[in-house]
């Protein structure tokens, strides 16, 4: 099994700033990609950014130019720095991987999710 564990929500006030970790453990042969994704009230959860094993990243256009998605390849962690917050990246920010697990197996991974909220 895999697990992954998110840390860094809270309240922030806009155009303040906050990290966000994730770090993955368990029976892992490879991770392929790590992300982030959220989720707003009353909305679809949408993709943030994602790194690859290979350092590619890919953000979502709403955050690019404010978030940098970075990793610790031997922490298996990836972070999620996002700075000039706004009202609107309120969400539940989750976390998740695309592994190769120990047994040779590809499987996405998600965690439980961290609470940004951005507000005066």
């Known amino acids: 099994q895999v697990q992954l564990v998110e840390s860094g929500g809270g309240l922030v006030q806009p155009g303040g700033s906050l990290r966000l970790s994730c770090a993955a453990s368990g029976s892992i042969f490879k991770i392929n990609v790590m992300g982030w994704y959220r989720q707003a009230p009353g909305k679809e959860r949408e993709l943030v950014a994602t790194?690859?094993?290979?350092?590619?990243?890919n953000y979502a256009d709403s955050v690019k130019g404010r978030f940098t998605i970075s990793k610790d390849n031997a922490k298996n962690t990836v972070y999620l720095q996002m700075n000039s917050l706004k009202p609107e990246d309120t969400a539940v920010y989750y976390c998740n991987t695309n592994l190769i697990t120990s047994g040779y197996y590809v499987r996405d991974y998600w965690g439980k999710g961290t609470l940004v909220t951005v507000s005066s």
């Open positions: 790194i690859t094993s290979g350092s590619r990243t």
